[in-house]
């Protein structure tokens, strides 16, 4: 069991398991609602509890974004009907999980290029899989 909160500790999350892997995304998106990268650890809905109520912003027609409506901080990201992407920095807990896969990797900024033996993936390559990613902008 993992539980993390907000800064301001109006949200609190219990996770009762998750994947043994942080992926990471550097598209536009992700990239401006993070301030640089955005981070997520997958846990299945039927194991996360939300305690508080978190707003949710529709960033695109396939997922939402979540955060405190107090404090800002993000919470997860989640496509409709997918599971929750969490942010794992709200977990000490977290610390660690492997990364094991970069998103987006070609459009970083030049020092926000994350090191190590992961799997990284090209915008072209993953829109070839994923081709609702439209209207990213490198
Ligand atoms: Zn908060
Ligand atoms: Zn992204």
């Known amino acids: 069991m993992m539980v993390g909160q907000c800064l301001c ?5 219990s996770v009762r398991a998750h994947a043994d892997a942080v992926s ?17 650890l997958e ?8 305690e508080g109520t978190p707003r949710s912003y529709r960033s695109s027609s396939f ?3 979540a955060f405190c409506p107090t404090c800002g901080t993000q ?3 989640r496509d409709d009907d ?7 920095g709200l977990f000490p807990g977290s ?14 900024f030049a020092w926000a290029a994350l090191a190590g033996e992961h799997t990284r993936v090209s915008a072209t390559e993953y829109e070839r899989k994923y ?5 990213d902008q490198p």
């Open 75 to 77: 919470l997860w990201l």
């Open 9 to 13: 500790g109006e949200i609190r999350i």
């Open 95 to 108: 610390k660690s999980i492997p990364l094991t896969r970069e998103v987006y990797a070609d459009r970083t």
């Open 24 to 40: 990471a995304c550097h598209c536009s998106l992700c990239r401006t609602w993070s301030g640089t990268i955005w981070m997520g």
């Open 82 to 88: 997918g599971p929750y992407e969490l942010m794992p």
């Open 131 to 135: 081709p609702f990613v439209e209207g």
């Open 43 to 50: 846990a299945a809905p039927d194991a996360v509890t939300v």
């Open 63 to 65: 997922a939402e974004r």
